[in-house]
């Protein structure tokens, strides 16, 4: 199911903000000192191209400069990445077929807005890199 989810995302809205993002990228890279945000804008390229079977996880390595660096992108393109991402749903939302397709646009704009410090990971396996956040109970619930 997830890879009929993600064909008909990647014709009917994927690719044309996996292109939005490649673009400021790109943009970023062209200057030195942003080449960070160019980075996290071509991982979350990839996760908007297949987003379903993938989530976002924090990183627990990620610093005060990552916080830093989320303020400067929220100002300069994070808020423009979030508002597209809310006019692609839209459209989505009108079929029915469409709906999952919505909530999973509206699902990718915490990342657009606050990419740094994040990691994009398989969704059945999502502590494999970094172990469970704290408090976290396998069980379903707090420690």
């Not at 994070?78 to 999952?100: D, E, K, R």
């Given at each position: 199911?997830?890879?009929i989810l993600?064909?008909?995302?990647l014709v ?5 903000l ?8 790109v943009l ?7 080449i960070p ?5 071509f991982?979350i390229a990839g996760?908007?191209?297949w987003?379903?079977?993938?989530t976002?996880v924090?990183?627990?390595t990620a610093g ?10 929220f ?6 990445l ?8 839209i459209?989505?939302f009108?079929?029915?077929?469409g ?5 999973a ?21 999502p502590y494999t890199?970094y172990?469970p ?6 069980r379903g619930?707090?420690r």
């Amino acid at each position: 199911m997830r890879t009929i989810l993600n064909i008909i995302w990647l014709v009917l809205a994927g690719l044309w903000l996996a292109i939005g993002y490649v673009f400021f990228g790109v943009l970023a890279c062209i200057l030195i000192v942003t080449i960070p945000f160019g980075i996290a804008s071509f991982r979350i390229a990839g996760y908007a191209l297949w987003p379903f079977g993938r989530t976002v996880v924090d990183k627990p390595t990620a610093g005060g400069w990552s916080t830093f660096g989320n303020v400067i992108w929220f100002v300069v393109a994070g808020i423009w990445l979030a508002i597209g991402h809310v006019i692609t749903s839209i459209p989505l939302f009108v079929s029915i077929i469409g709906i999952p397709l919505g909530i999973a646009n509206l699902k990718m704009i915490p990342i657009s807005l606050l990419p740094l410090g994040k990691d994009i990971v398989p969704i059945d396996a999502p502590y494999t890199a970094y172990g469970p956040p704290a408090g976290y109970d396998p069980r379903g619930g707090q420690r």
